[in-house]
């Protein structure tokens, strides 16, 4: 009996001492702040002259990779003082039974943000309210970080845990 007390007692305290590998490194902090993307904001508008698309440069200050990942959001409003954001592509259905879509496009240092539909579209049947004065918030997140974690890049909220906003 002495002989599988002690049996059990050795086995037990080689289990607590044994140690499994270490996993991967967590995305890096810049200065200590758990920071893994940046983000900036642009309103803009639609017009007929510049062909219902806007581009706009990220700014020097924004550290960019080719490698990095580049989402952009649309503010649709606010509820309860909170802003509501929308992951593009977006599609939005008017009234004559039309549809249209906000999306983009990226480059390594342009995003260009722009109005799409079929190509018989009238964007004439554009309200004001859908071109004019728009507000996207453009992100970007290391490619790296997005790879190593379960991020939904569709949640806005989940999204902007792990950004920095740049003004």
């Not at 964007?123 to 790296?144: A, G, K």
């Amino acid at each position: 009996m002495k002989r599988i007390l002690s049996f059990i007692t050795v086995f037990a305290l080689l289990l607590t001492a044994c140690e499994g590998d270490p996993g991967p490194p967590g995305p890096p902090g810049a200065n200590g702040v758990n920071m893994v993307g940046q983000s900036f904001e642009k309103t803009i508008d639609f017009t007929s002259t510049n062909n219902y698309e806007q581009t706009l440069e990220i700014p020097q200050n924004i550290e960019l990779l080719e490698s990095d990942m580049v989402l952009v959001y649309h503010l649709r409003g606010t509820i309860d003082d909170y802003d509501v954001w929308k992951s593009l592509p977006e599609t939005v259905y008017i009234n004559s039974g039309e549809e249209f879509q906000y999306n983009y496009e990226h480059n390594f240092d342009l995003v260009t943000v722009f109005i799409e539909s079929h190509p018989d579209f009238d964007f004439n049947l554009l309200l004001d309210e859908e071109r004019i004065s728009q507000t996207f918030r453009i992100v970007v997140l290391p490619v790296d970080f997005i790879d190593s974690s379960n991020l939904d890049v569709n949640n806005y909220n989940d999204v902007m845990e792990h950004v920095q906003k740049i003004d």
